[in-house]
């Protein structure tokens, strides 16, 4: 399963699609929720290509494009935490262990 998959996985089983970008929660916090859930490092790009990949809406957060310009710092979606799913994840703190 490549990471992507598992942010696939974890949007599918622990967000809730909304009709409305959600500017509550970033593509950067979303992807921690994966990390700490999939207990291995998650990219930002790898977030986002997921979502981008189920076909939710997006919307930038102005910032500098760094490299690709499909990658802004943050993106937003159309998706939100599910509050009564995502309490049972064993929040810790995710260190990087690979590239």
């Given at each position: 399963?490549?990471?992507?998959?598992?942010?696939?996985?974890f949007?599918k089983?622990?967000?809730?699609?909304?009709?409305?970008?959600?500017?509550n929660n970033?593509?950067y916090?979303?992807k921690?929720m994966?990390e700490?859930?999939?207990?291995?490092y998650?990219?930002?790009?790898?977030f986002i290509?997921a979502c981008?990949?189920l076909?939710l809406?997006?919307?930038?957060?102005p910032?500098?494009?760094?490299g690709?310009?499909?990658?802004q710092?943050?993106?937003?979606?159309?998706?939100r935490p599910?509050?009564?799913?995502?309490?049972?994840?064993?929040?810790?703190y995710?260190?990087?262990?690979?590239?």
């Amino acid at each position: 399963m490549t990471k992507i998959d598992i942010c696939k996985t974890f949007i599918k089983e622990y967000c809730i699609k909304t009709d409305r970008i959600n500017y509550n929660n970033s593509s950067y916090g979303f992807k921690h929720m994966v990390e700490n859930w999939a207990g291995k490092y998650i990219s930002n790009d790898d977030f986002i290509d997921a979502c981008l990949e189920l076909g939710l809406l997006h919307e930038d957060l102005p910032g500098k494009v760094i490299g690709n310009p499909k990658y802004q710092y943050n993106k937003y979606f159309n998706i939100r935490p599910d509050k009564k799913k995502i309490k049972n994840i064993k929040w810790k703190y995710c260190q990087v262990l690979e590239a």
